[in-house]
């Protein structure tokens, strides 16, 4: 059976796939109204040099950054290795990226929950700020840095609402209906192999005489809509009575 007689069948047994369509939409409602939808919040930390790692004389520590971006990798790697798994703990259902902020020159360090209330994704980035700024501290206690040349954390930026986010609704809407889709698709090719098989057998068989008619015909010009709908309800039903052939 080539690719092209397997269409032929599908085409066939449309009502099928129609039923397919059908529980596919309803299947992806039911879905919809199940999965609920997560939540994201975003906050950014900037690095601040001490007070002695400036320049004698210098007031403006924003103009001596840069010196600060390797220590910003080295606490974002820190930081993502040691709180995640804990922070994941804490906060069941939630996803934590902490991470470098590449998109800009500064030492900033950002970080980013997902998480199924926006209740908790809020408390998720407070508690990863909070263990980001005690993982520095605690890398500068085991260096013995002085106090003066001590690094900060200075808030840049928290968000303020969670943003809604569908991604995983729609992994699962995606998956509902491409599933019960090809379940049918593949379930009316079946039945057409199977029915025309039935049909094989029973032409070899001795022809019974008719016992009349199935249906009567429609005087001519009228009820065009009930005959179209009497000939889908007689291929179906013709198609029911040669798949129970084909299971004797």
Known sequence: M???????????????????????????????????????????????????LLPEGASNPYLYLGSLSTAADILARASAEGLISDLQHEFPGAEFTIGRDYSTSAPVVSVQVEAPTDGAAAAGVDRAM??????????????????SERISVQTLYVDGDGTVKQRTRMTALAATGVAVMSLS????????????????????????????????????????????????????????????????
């Open 185 to 248: 698709v593949v379930l009316a090719a079946l039945v057409d192999a199977m029915i025309l098989r039935s049909r094989r057998k029973t032409a070899r068989l001795p022809r019974r005489a008719a016992a009349g008619p199935r249906e009567a015909e429609a005087p001519a010009g009228e009820d065009t809509e009930g005959d179209a709908m009497r000939g889908a309800r007689n291929i179906i039903r013709d198609d029911f009575e040669a798949l129970i052939r084909s299971q004797r």
């Open 2 to 52: 080539n690719t092209t007689e397997i269409l032929r069948g599908i085409l066939r047994r449309w009502y099928i796939v129609a039923i397919g369509l059908v529980v596919s939409v309803a299947g992806s409602v039911v879905v919809w109204n199940t999965v609920p939808p997560t939540y994201e919040r975003s906050a950014s930390l900037l690095l601040m040099p001490g007070a002695d």
């Open 130 to 147: 909070a263990g980001i700024t005690s993982t520095l501290g605690a890398m500068q206690d085991e260096s013995n840095i002085a106090s």
